[in-house]
């Protein structure tokens, strides 16, 4: 069985990796297409064990990816870009609003960016509120991460 897991969260890897899957829905028929017999309860586990994002694509709408080490600021500066992320700041916090499904992946690329200036971070599917360190100004922090981008 466990091998099974193994190889079906490969296979997982793969399909997001050469087509744009955009639902879960979407990445169970896929599977299904070639053979696995798989339901969307299995495939949401998978989809949170492999730390999977949604990300903008070019052309409008999301599709799942993993996140990439190497690719932190480029996917940060995509999310940040996108026409319906919004950010607004107060004092030391930046709230940061994206479109849902979207927030683990602004969280984890923030986190992977290790900015000094950020003491923590809340985050949930459609948001990120960045907590600064006491003497760093919110509006400075997030007009210097958007320049950064």
Same mark, same amino acid.
């Given at each position: 069985?466990?091998? !099974?897991?193994?190889? @079906?969260?490969?296979?997982?890897?793969? =399909?997001? &990796?050469?087509?744009?899957?955009?639902?879960?829905?979407? =990445?169970? @028929?896929?599977?299904?297409? =070639?053979?696995?017999?798989?339901?969307?309860a299995?495939?949401?586990?998978?989809?949170?064990?492999?730390?999977?994002?949604?990300?903008?694509?070019?052309? +409008?709408g999301? &599709?799942? /990816?993993?996140?990439?080490?190497?690719?932190?600021?480029?996917? *940060?500066?995509?999310?940040?870009?996108? #026409?319906? #992320?919004?950010?607004?700041?107060?004092? !030391?916090?930046?709230?940061?609003?994206? &479109?849902? +499904? #979207? +927030?683990? &992946? *602004?969280? #984890?690329?923030?986190?992977?960016?290790?900015?000094?200036?950020?003491?923590? *971070?809340?985050?949930?599917? /459609? +948001?990120? $509120?960045?907590? $600064?360190?006491?003497?760093?100004? /919110?509006?400075?922090?997030?007009?210097? *991460? $958007?320049?950064?981008?």
């Open positions: 069985m466990r091998q !099974n897991k193994q190889n @079906r969260q490969q296979a997982i890897k793969t =399909l997001i &990796a050469t087509e744009q899957i955009q639902r879960q829905e979407d =990445l169970v @028929r896929r599977l299904n297409d =070639l053979g696995w017999e798989v339901t969307q299995t495939i949401s586990r998978d989809i949170t064990e492999l730390q999977l994002i949604k990300m903008p694509l070019p052309d +409008g999301f &599709a799942y /990816a993993v996140m990439t080490e190497t690719d932190y600021l480029g996917q *940060l500066g995509r999310i940040l870009k996108e #026409t319906t #992320t919004q950010i607004s700041t107060q004092m !030391n916090m930046v709230m940061i609003r994206v &479109a849902p +499904g #979207t +927030g683990p &992946a *602004l969280k #984890t690329a923030i986190e992977e960016a290790e900015l000094p200036e950020i003491f923590g *971070l809340i985050g949930d599917d /459609a +948001g990120v $509120l960045v907590i $600064l360190r006491e003497d760093i100004m /919110a509006q400075s922090f997030a007009s210097q *991460l $958007l320049a950064r981008v």
